[in-house]
Nanobody, 122 residues
Framework: QVQLVESGGGLVQAGGSLRLSCTAS??????YGWFRQAPGKEREFVAA????????DYADSVKGRFTISRDNAKNTVYLQMDSLKPEDTAVYSC?????????????????WGQGTQVTVSS
């Protein structure tokens, strides 16, 4: 059974940092994405990492502030979030896929974590 378990969310002041982790079990993945959903809003793409080269993609809203990385030996993907803003407040979920393309679309992901709350106070 495949499971994705996230950790690292919490409450932080604007300008602060958090690092989210997501560990997969039951299967090895090379392609991961992070998505977030704020109250009353649709889920949106945040970042993705794909393929053996670890190609990275970011939403414009987080580019330059967030960094996605992957530890293949630990089957874990990370999201380092710096210079956090109140508008980054959301439930963040990781997802894993066997596909290497179109990873901005949530439809490309088969497996999802339970989500972790990130709250940024002003």
């Amino acid at each position: 059974q495949v499971q994705l378990v996230e950790s690292g969310g919490g409450l932080v002041q604007a300008g602060g940092s958090l690092r989210l982790s997501c560990t997969a079990s039951g299967r090895t993945f090379s392609n991961y994405g992070w998505f977030r959903q704020a109250p009353g809003k649709e889920r949106e793409f945040v970042a993705a990492i794909a393929g053996s080269a670890g190609n990275k993609d970011y939403a414009d809203s987080v580019k330059g502030r967030f960094t996605i990385s992957r530890d293949n030996a630990k089957n874990t993907v990370y999201l380092q979030m710096d210079s956090l803003k109140p508008e980054d407040t959301a439930v963040y979920s990781c997802a894993a896929s066997s596909r290497t393309a179109a990873l901005r679309s949530s439809a490309m992901y088969y497996y999802w974590g339970q989500g972790t709350q990130v709250t940024v106070s002003s």
